[in-house]
């Protein structure tokens, strides 16, 4: 499964960056492929291309605040989630995101 991503906190700076991580780590672990950009008070980082979002078979926002350009992802199965919840347990959460897009893992794209 392709998974692309928004992290995002309150504070902008540590918990996007660890939610960042723990997203990466948990989906990669599963087998998936992932990249997930950053909002926050240093601006966006890793900002996900139009062909990236367009291969994508779900988007995850973990955020707590409003992000910009949200719309990008109109038309893709997308689940918000706050950012304590992909900290606490990233594979439990990416096994969750499977489930409830009946996708098994290590299947790849």
């Not at 910009?68 to 900290?87: A, D, H, L, N």
């Amino acid at each position: 499964m392709k998974i692309v991503g928004v992290a995002a906190c309150t504070a902008g700076v540590a918990h996007t960056y660890i939610a960042k991580e723990k997203l990466i780590r948990g989906a990669k672990s599963r087998g998936h492929e992932v990249k997930v950009e950053t909002q926050g008070t240093i601006g966006t980082e890793n900002k996900l291309t139009k062909e990236e979002i367009a291969a994508a078979d779900v988007v995850i926002l973990a955020v707590d605040i409003k992000i910009g350009g949200e719309e990008r992802f109109k038309g893709k199965p997308v689940i918000r989630v706050k950012t304590e919840t992909v900290i606490k347990s990233p594979i439990k959460f990416i096994e969750k995101v499977e489930q409830s897009l009946g996708v098994s893992p290590l299947m790849g794209g």
